[in-house]
Protein backbone atom coordinates (compact mmCIF):
# COMPACT_ATOMS: atom_id res chain seq x y z
CA UNK A 1 0.00 0.00 0.00
CA UNK A 2 1.48 3.18 -0.88
CA UNK A 3 1.72 5.49 2.01
CA UNK A 4 3.31 9.21 2.12
CA UNK A 5 3.58 10.75 5.42
CA UNK A 6 4.32 14.24 5.75
CA UNK A 7 5.76 15.58 9.59
CA UNK A 8 7.60 18.74 10.93
CA UNK A 9 4.99 21.29 10.70
CA UNK A 10 4.40 23.59 13.58
CA UNK A 11 4.05 27.18 14.77
CA UNK A 12 6.84 29.52 13.88
CA UNK A 13 7.89 33.16 13.58
CA UNK A 14 8.19 35.17 10.67
CA UNK A 15 11.65 35.08 9.03
CA UNK A 16 12.49 31.85 11.00
CA UNK A 17 13.25 28.38 9.48
CA UNK A 18 11.40 24.92 9.41
CA UNK A 19 11.87 21.71 7.45
CA UNK A 20 9.19 19.29 6.26
CA UNK A 21 9.42 15.11 5.50
CA UNK A 22 8.04 13.23 3.66
CA UNK A 23 8.29 9.23 4.32
CA UNK A 24 7.19 7.43 2.00
CA UNK A 25 6.49 3.72 1.65
CA UNK A 26 4.64 0.70 -1.13
CA UNK A 27 6.53 2.35 -4.17
CA UNK A 28 9.77 2.47 -5.13
CA UNK A 29 10.21 6.35 -3.97
CA UNK A 30 13.83 6.46 -6.39
CA UNK A 31 11.75 5.76 -9.63
CA UNK A 32 9.28 8.96 -9.11
CA UNK A 33 9.28 12.77 -9.25
CA UNK A 34 7.97 13.72 -6.22
CA UNK A 35 6.13 17.24 -5.37
CA UNK A 36 4.99 19.69 -2.60
CA UNK A 37 1.88 21.50 -2.79
CA UNK A 38 0.33 23.63 -0.05
CA UNK A 39 -3.33 24.97 0.69
CA UNK A 40 -3.75 27.60 2.97
CA UNK A 41 -6.41 27.34 5.56
CA UNK A 42 -10.16 27.80 3.67
CA UNK A 43 -8.62 27.93 0.25
CA UNK A 44 -7.40 26.20 -2.86
CA UNK A 45 -4.38 24.10 -3.91
CA UNK A 46 -1.16 26.11 -5.20
CA UNK A 47 1.96 23.39 -6.49
CA UNK A 48 5.32 24.60 -4.64
CA UNK A 49 8.43 22.45 -5.68
CA UNK A 50 8.98 19.57 -7.86
CA UNK A 51 11.89 17.15 -7.37
CA UNK A 52 13.11 15.13 -10.45
CA UNK A 53 13.43 10.85 -9.34
CA UNK A 54 17.57 11.50 -8.85
CA UNK A 55 17.32 14.76 -7.45
CA UNK A 56 19.23 15.93 -10.65
CA UNK A 57 16.81 18.73 -11.13
CA UNK A 58 14.45 20.97 -8.89
CA UNK A 59 11.71 23.39 -9.80
CA UNK A 60 9.65 26.16 -7.49
CA UNK A 61 6.94 28.42 -8.16
CA UNK A 62 8.14 32.32 -8.50
CA UNK A 63 6.93 32.95 -4.69
CA UNK A 64 9.43 30.59 -2.68
CA UNK A 65 12.06 30.55 -5.15
CA UNK A 66 15.34 31.64 -3.08
CA UNK A 67 13.29 30.71 0.43
CA UNK A 68 12.75 26.91 -0.39
CA UNK A 69 14.69 23.98 -1.01
CA UNK A 70 13.63 20.71 -2.30
CA UNK A 71 15.17 17.33 -1.68
CA UNK A 72 14.92 13.95 -1.45
CA UNK A 73 16.86 10.81 -0.03
CA UNK A 74 16.00 7.96 -2.11
CA UNK A 75 18.27 5.41 0.38
CA UNK A 76 15.82 6.43 2.71
CA UNK A 77 12.53 6.86 1.04
CA UNK A 78 12.12 10.91 2.28
CA UNK A 79 11.53 13.92 0.39
CA UNK A 80 11.86 17.41 2.53
CA UNK A 81 11.21 20.84 2.37
CA UNK A 82 13.67 23.31 3.58
CA UNK A 83 11.52 26.58 4.19
CA UNK A 84 13.13 30.07 5.02
CA UNK A 85 12.79 33.26 5.38
CA UNK A 86 8.91 32.14 6.07
CA UNK A 87 6.57 34.86 5.66
CA UNK A 88 2.59 35.15 6.83
CA UNK A 89 1.55 34.02 3.73
CA UNK A 90 3.20 30.39 3.63
CA UNK A 91 0.72 29.72 6.56
CA UNK A 92 -0.80 26.53 4.48
CA UNK A 93 -1.28 22.47 5.09
CA UNK A 94 1.75 21.08 3.19
CA UNK A 95 1.36 17.80 1.40
CA UNK A 96 3.82 15.67 -0.49
CA UNK A 97 2.86 13.72 -3.78
CA UNK A 98 3.66 11.31 -5.96
CA UNK A 99 4.00 12.46 -9.61
CA UNK A 100 2.93 10.80 -12.71
CA UNK A 101 2.55 13.63 -15.14
CA UNK A 102 0.09 14.59 -12.48
CA UNK A 103 -0.52 14.66 -9.08
CA UNK A 104 -1.26 10.87 -8.59
CA UNK A 105 -1.00 10.21 -4.78
CA UNK A 106 -1.05 13.14 -2.01
CA UNK A 107 0.14 12.53 1.89
CA UNK A 108 -2.31 13.51 4.39
CA UNK A 109 -0.13 17.09 5.18
CA UNK A 110 1.26 18.89 7.60
CA UNK A 111 0.22 22.24 8.78
CA UNK A 112 2.63 25.07 9.24
CA UNK A 113 1.33 28.33 10.20
CA UNK A 114 3.63 31.39 10.53
CA UNK A 115 2.58 33.88 13.15
CA UNK A 116 4.44 36.15 15.88
CA UNK B 1 0.09 31.83 -15.02
CA UNK B 2 -2.41 29.86 -16.37
CA UNK B 3 -5.75 30.89 -14.96
CA UNK B 4 -8.62 27.44 -14.04
CA UNK B 5 -11.61 29.18 -13.55
CA UNK B 6 -14.44 26.96 -11.74
CA UNK B 7 -18.04 27.71 -10.71
CA UNK B 8 -17.57 28.32 -6.70
CA UNK B 9 -20.65 25.73 -5.98
CA UNK B 10 -23.19 23.28 -6.55
CA UNK B 11 -26.38 21.91 -5.01
CA UNK B 12 -27.89 18.63 -6.61
CA UNK B 13 -29.86 16.13 -5.52
CA UNK B 14 -28.79 12.46 -5.53
CA UNK B 15 -29.71 10.16 -8.10
CA UNK B 16 -28.96 13.21 -10.77
CA UNK B 17 -26.19 13.83 -13.33
CA UNK B 18 -24.05 17.08 -12.38
CA UNK B 19 -21.31 18.91 -14.65
CA UNK B 20 -18.22 20.73 -12.96
CA UNK B 21 -16.99 23.06 -15.74
CA UNK B 22 -13.22 24.05 -16.05
CA UNK B 23 -11.94 26.78 -18.29
CA UNK B 24 -8.60 27.49 -18.67
CA UNK B 25 -6.95 31.07 -20.04
CA UNK B 26 -4.94 29.33 -22.58
CA UNK B 27 -4.80 25.77 -24.49
CA UNK B 28 -3.72 23.03 -22.15
CA UNK B 29 -4.23 20.64 -24.76
CA UNK B 30 -5.36 17.84 -22.84
CA UNK B 31 -3.22 17.46 -19.60
CA UNK B 32 -6.22 18.50 -17.53
CA UNK B 33 -6.53 16.38 -14.53
CA UNK B 34 -9.38 16.33 -11.49
CA UNK B 35 -9.26 16.01 -7.95
CA UNK B 36 -11.83 14.79 -5.09
CA UNK B 37 -11.01 16.41 -1.69
CA UNK B 38 -13.64 15.71 0.92
CA UNK B 39 -13.68 18.00 4.21
CA UNK B 40 -10.53 17.51 6.30
CA UNK B 41 -8.86 15.03 3.99
CA UNK B 42 -6.10 15.25 1.59
CA UNK B 43 -6.99 15.02 -2.48
CA UNK B 44 -7.59 12.43 -4.35
CA UNK B 45 -6.95 11.98 -7.98
CA UNK B 46 -10.30 11.08 -9.89
CA UNK B 47 -9.33 11.66 -13.84
CA UNK B 48 -5.93 12.15 -15.25
CA UNK B 49 -5.40 13.43 -19.27
CA UNK B 50 -8.63 14.97 -19.28
CA UNK B 51 -10.42 11.76 -19.58
CA UNK B 52 -8.59 8.69 -18.01
CA UNK B 53 -10.25 7.25 -15.16
CA UNK B 54 -8.05 6.38 -12.27
CA UNK B 55 -7.70 3.05 -10.94
CA UNK B 56 -10.04 2.29 -8.20
CA UNK B 57 -12.30 5.42 -8.98
CA UNK B 58 -16.58 4.94 -9.77
CA UNK B 59 -17.00 4.36 -13.22
CA UNK B 60 -19.50 7.42 -12.44
CA UNK B 61 -16.60 9.68 -12.65
CA UNK B 62 -15.96 10.74 -16.15
CA UNK B 63 -14.34 13.48 -17.83
CA UNK B 64 -13.99 15.14 -21.43
CA UNK B 65 -12.76 18.40 -23.07
CA UNK B 66 -9.35 19.72 -24.48
CA UNK B 67 -8.19 23.05 -25.27
CA UNK B 68 -9.81 25.33 -22.86
CA UNK B 69 -12.68 23.63 -21.93
CA UNK B 70 -13.14 20.54 -19.85
CA UNK B 71 -15.51 18.78 -17.86
CA UNK B 72 -16.04 16.14 -14.79
CA UNK B 73 -19.73 14.42 -15.11
CA UNK B 74 -20.75 12.56 -12.09
CA UNK B 75 -23.93 10.37 -12.80
CA UNK B 76 -25.50 9.35 -10.81
CA UNK B 77 -23.95 11.56 -7.97
CA UNK B 78 -24.58 10.00 -4.43
CA UNK B 79 -24.47 11.28 -0.82
CA UNK B 80 -20.63 10.24 -0.77
CA UNK B 81 -19.81 12.56 -3.31
CA UNK B 82 -19.63 15.82 -1.18
CA UNK B 83 -16.44 17.22 -1.40
CA UNK B 84 -15.02 20.36 -3.34
CA UNK B 85 -13.45 19.49 -6.65
CA UNK B 86 -10.39 20.55 -8.02
CA UNK B 87 -9.18 21.13 -12.19
CA UNK B 88 -5.40 20.95 -12.37
CA UNK B 89 -3.28 21.64 -15.54
CA UNK B 90 0.30 20.59 -16.04
CA UNK B 91 0.95 21.70 -19.55
CA UNK B 92 2.01 25.18 -18.79
CA UNK B 93 4.35 26.05 -16.43
CA UNK B 94 3.86 26.33 -13.65
CA UNK B 95 1.12 23.58 -12.89
CA UNK B 96 -2.07 25.53 -11.80
CA UNK B 97 -5.07 24.76 -9.99
CA UNK B 98 -8.67 26.05 -9.99
CA UNK B 99 -10.22 27.32 -7.42
CA UNK B 100 -12.44 23.97 -6.63
CA UNK B 101 -16.04 23.62 -6.77
CA UNK B 102 -17.57 22.51 -3.69
CA UNK B 103 -20.25 19.91 -4.90
CA UNK B 104 -23.42 19.70 -1.94
CA UNK B 105 -26.46 17.46 -1.67
CA UNK B 106 -29.98 18.60 -1.44
Known amino acids: EVQLVESGGGLVQPGRSLKLSCAAS????????MAWVRQAPKKGLEWVAT????????YYRDSVKGRFTISRDNAKSTLYLQMDSLRSEDTATYYC?????????WGQGTLVTVSS | DTVLTQSPALAVSPGERVTISCRAS??????MHWYQQKPGQQPTLLIY???NLESGVPARFSGSGSGTDFTLTIDPVEADDTATYYC?????????FGGGTKLELK
Open chain 1, 97 to 105: AILRGWFAY
Open chain 1, 51 to 58: IIYDGSRT
Open chain 1, 26 to 33: GFTFSDYN
Open chain 2, 49 to 51: LAS
Open chain 2, 26 to 31: ESVSTL
Open chain 2, 88 to 96: QQSWNDPWT
